[in-house]
């Protein structure tokens, strides 16, 4: 463990430091607009109008809410009943400035020692291309290294890249999650704000990460990031995403959407650690549209929030396309986290992966939720599922719930799913060998999760690590 | 497939109290089906959003203009059905045709083992069937169940006193040669360390009319008890079924099932295990070929509610010619159900693009000191193998039949009754096309 903290450029702070030190901030609600709380018509034109946008993203706005209001919420899944709109502020703008800042110097004082104490500018500084720093609903902080922008790459709050670039913002917009999709689509579609813009030229690889950081500050907040990506024929690149907030005794309402275009031959990363308070509702779209001979690949890691609901779905649309997705889910204390993948093989000799590892402990719940679709035509298409689920002890439970469907004669399509307990039997061995309880019970848990943490940046390995071993602090006794 | 199911015009608290007049029954079952009838009239047709039915064609089981179940116009038993009876290993047989009993043969040597049809158990064993009929398969769980409970009028029970075992076989076949809306009910009951093994066997040679068959299957397995129980769909191709198929399993009891789907336009199959006492054993096989555009939809459940049980899942299916088959299965282990072991496989064979399988293997887990696993597989017959037996001189053909008969067999080769399974093959040899097997069905 210690050679590997040395790489990481937190590895100072990480070592002994108490989850409550590093996440749990509250600053002053000091800010330039807040909206009334619930969602109505009203709140959506004052979105609007407090972004000058164009008439038509307007329009689109309102389209949504009517949408969003026909359909209702799901009648599936986690119990949402405690999730009140009526309580939630859609909308707080924390500065009046319309543009975000290129430099740490122009963001206040507070805000900026909140990312520096979680570590964002230093990681910018050592390990990544650009960095964007969404704070309540609006982005506050943008900058991308200028060798990349050089070569082409855009990386902006989606704001900005409507305003910039309106041709391929609005090329590709809601194409890839249409906010009739779901309802959680839909009231994003109505009030979103913030989130990323990244558009990578063919043939660009962007060897390091993009990364973006979402924190939550006000009570009752709703944050509704919106984001779009696309990766140009040939085109390679790493986006990474984190977020956090402070815990309150209200709920908090995070609905992000975010939507991938991989054209020919791109090869796109996705990866998200959420390690939200246990107040937010967690309620995210993401969905990924697969050109040909394109890759797209997910790692979505859940280990904070209330209740997350959250499927990253990758539509396999031309020949050879290909899919990957990884799934961490941590529930613990009551969280309830429903996870999952969505797959549609639409073309031939397609090829998809989903592996899933699931850890419960005290009253925590997680499912897995999946969906595989092969479609007619999709011949020699190919989807191995595995879902595997640990539970900590005897108030922990876990679901699967995979929907396979085939319509095609050559495709292969497997599934499987074990749940297991932590074996006591190898906690005695490493007992014998001079681990304390708690330290062998964390090693085995990490064992379980290393095929998809090996999967990781070593930054992202090291702070997974490090937060398992925080929240299987106090599993003994 | 956009479809909405309406009402039977027939189904009425007249034709419900009719029964029981016709019957002369007593209170307590007259009370029973009204009840039933009032829960059916409460309960609302599945529709495409109803998530149990969602991938169920639905108006393949429509019945709304259908007349109830009537006599048969022929009580006499087909060529088939003897066949069936000299091939089927039973020792005691009863024969259900419309809702007449047509035909019964039985010589149990095992003291005090009752094996009748459910009216004449209601005359001669009251209480037993008292104690026992509607706490398994009730009203209060679907539709179709409510129907059946409400409007059932004859079927078959069993009854095996505790300590006994029933060494040969006993079966009960349905047929019909009528359309309407037909039920069926089994009831059988095993008592304490008792032991028995059962064919419920659901045949008919073609008829005209259309038939929508509902039948409930009831299992009660006491303490210690073992029933081998098989259930074996294969009806002419005029008919739809539906089957809830459900036990309950006492202390150290054990459950070996076989569920054969093979006739019928479209079938559906719920079949459930509540492993209620400790330590009991389910274990629950299926095996489904769909052809010519039939429609199979199963359904499985282990629910674990104690400690100590065991259940393994195992449904292995194939379709071909524009069909469409879809298994679901659910394992739930209750908060405390602790050292419990349950499994759930399925595997398809997809043999042509037309045809389409739906596979959801669902788990819910609330205790942790347990083991299970899920797996399901789909796809075509492995080139491979077909490659090496074309090598050994096979026609693709040949290559198919032995292949998709092989990868069934793993299913065939676990049903006790060594005649119903070879009967099972001879079925899915014809619905191959194998040369010269038709015939002898």
Same mark, same amino acid.
């Given at each position: 463990m210690s050679d590997v903290n040395e790489l990481h450029p937190d590895a100072a702070k990480l070592e002994g430091m108490r989850h409550t030190e590093q996440y749990d901030f509250k600053l002053a609600e000091d800010y330039f607009f807040k909206s009334e709380r619930g969602l109505s018509r009203r709140v959506i034109e004052q979105i609007s109008y407090y972004k000058g946008e164009p008439q038509w993203m307007l329009d689109f706005r309102l389209r949504a809410f009517e949408i969003a209001e026909k359909k209702g919420r799901p009648k599936w899944g986690p119990n949402l009943d405690d999730l009140n709109f009526d309580e939630i502020f859609f909308y707080v703008r924390p500065?009046?400035?319309q543009q975000t800042a290129g430099s740490w110097d122009d963001i206040p004082e507070e805000v900026r020692r909140t990312y520096e104490r979680l570590g964002v500018p230093q990681a910018e500084q050592r390990a990544l291309a650009g960095v964007g720093a969404q704070y309540e609903s609006e982005m506050v902080y943008h900058k991308l290294k200028e060798e990349w922008e050089k070569l082409g790459v855009i990386f902006l709050d989606t704001d900005t890249g409507l305003k910039e670039h309106p041709e391929i913002f609005r090329e590709h917009f809601a194409t890839v999650v249409p906010p009739e999709d779901n309802y959680f689509a839909a009231v994003n579609s109505a009030v979103w704000s913030g989130g990323s813009f990244v558009y990578v030229p063919e043939?660009? =690889?962007?060897d390091v990460p993009l990364q973006a950081y979402f924190l939550l500050n006000a009570q009752n907040i709703g944050q509704f990031e919106r984001t779009l990506i696309i990766g140009a024929p040939g085109s390679k690149f790493h986006y990474i995403e984190g977020c956090t907030a402070p815990a309150y005794t209200t709920n908090s309402f995070h609905s992000g959407v975010i939507e991938i275009v991989c054209q020919e031959g791109s090869d796109v990363r996705y990866s998200t650690i959420q390690n939200w308070s246990h107040n937010v509702y967690n309620l995210v779209t993401q969905r990924a549209i697969v050109e040909k001979d394109a890759s797209m690949g997910w790692l979505d890691g859940n280990l904070g929030s209330k209740v997350t609901m959250k499927y990253p779905s990758t539509y396999?649309?031309?020949?050879r396309a290909h899919g990957e997705i990884l799934s961490i889910a941590f529930a613990t204390d009551g969280q309830h986290q429903d996870a999952g993948a969505k797959v549609i =093989?639409?073309?031939?000799h397609t090829t998809s992966s989903v592996v899933s590892k699931s850890i419960s402990k005290t009253g925590g719940r997680s499912s897995y939720r999946g969906l595989v679709q092969i479609h007619e035509g999709a011949t020699g298409a190919r989807s191995n599922v595995e879902c595997d689920a640990l539970l900590l002890d005897e108030t922990a439970r876990t679901d699967t719930f995979p929907y396979i469907e085939i319509n095609e004669k050559t495709a292969h399509v497997g599934h499987e799913a074990t749940v297991s307990k932590l074996d006591d039997e190898q906690i005695f061995y490493l007992m014998t060998r001079g681990l304390g309880e708690e330290e062998a019970m964390a090693l085995i848990v990490r064992g379980f999760l290393d095929p998809v943490a090996k999967e990781l940046p070593l930054e992202y390995a090291v702070e997974l690590n490090r937060l398992i071993e925080l929240e299987m602090e106090g599993s003994v006794g | 497939m956009s479809a909405t199911l309406t009402d039977n015009p027939n189904v009425t608290a007249a034709a419900v109290a009719a029964i029981s007049e016709r019957y002369a029954e007593p209170a307590w079952l007259r009370s029973e089906r009204e009840a039933a009838f009032r829960a059916y009239q409460n309960t609302p047709f599945p529709t495409e959003r109803t998530e149990e039915w969602r991938y169920t064609q639905l108006k393949r089981f429509d019945f709304s203009g259908l007349e109830l179940a009537k006599e048969p116009n022929d009580e006499s038993i087909s060529e088939r059905i003897s066949m069936r009876i000299d091939d089927s290993d039973a020792e005691g047989v009863m024969v259900h045709k419309g809702n007449k009993v047509v035909h019964r043969q039985a010589s149990i040597k095992e003291a005090g083992v009752v094996f009748t049809d459910l009216r004449t158990a209601l005359t001669e064993h009251e209480e037993l069937v008292r104690e026992h009929l509607?706490?398994?398969?009730?009203?209060?769980?679907?539709k179709y169940t409510a129907l059946n409970s409400a409007l059932w009028e004859n079927g078959t029970f069993v009854y095996v006193p505790a300590n006994v075992e029933v060494e040969l076989p006993l079966g009960a076949f349905t047929t019909a040669d009528s359309g309407g809306v037909g039920l069926g009910r089994t009831l059988i009951v095993v008592d304490v360390n008792a032991r028995l093994t059962f064919l419920d066997e659901f045949t008919s040679d073609p008829f005209d009319e259309h038939l929508f068959f509902d039948a409930a299957t009831e299992i009660v397995l006491k303490d210690g008890a073992k029933l081998r129980y098989v259930s074996l769909q294969n009806w002419s191709r005029n008919v739809a079924h539906i089957n809830k198929l459900r036990a309950h399993l006492g202390r150290d009891s054990r459950l070996e099932s076989v569920t054969v789907s093979l006739g019928g336009d479209a079938a559906r199959v719920e079949v459930e295990s509540q492993?209620?006492?400790?330590g009991s054993e389910s274990e629950m096989l299926g095996l489904y070929f769909a052809d010519e555009g039939q429609h199979f939809n199963q359904f499985t459940l282990q629910h674990h509610s104690t400690e100590r049980g065991f259940s393994d899942v195992l449904f292995k299916g194939a379709v071909r010619d524009a069909s469409s088959s879809t298994y679901s299965g659910m394992i739930v282990v209750d908060p405390g159900a602790q050292k419990t072991d349950a499994y759930q496989t399925n595997r398809n064979l997809l043999l042509d693009e037309e045809s389409e399988v739906v596979s959801i293997p669902q788990l819910e887990i609330a205790a942790n000191d347990v083991k299970c696993s899920h797996g399901s597989t789909t796809g075509p017959v492995p080139e491979d193998q077909r490659f090496y037996l074309m090598s050994r001189g096979l026609t693709p053909e040949v290559a198919e039949h032995l292949l998709v008969t092989g990868f069934l067999y793993e299913v065939m080769s676990r049903v006790t009754l060594p005649k119903v399974a070879e009967y099972v093959e001879r079925v899915v040899q014809a619905k191959l096309g194998v040369p010269g097997v038709k015939e002898k069905l």
């Open positions: 500065t009046e400035q043939g660009v =690889h962007v396999l649309v031309g020949e =093989h639409a073309a031939p | 509607y706490k398994v398969v009730n009203a209060t769980q679907t492993l209620e006492g400790p």
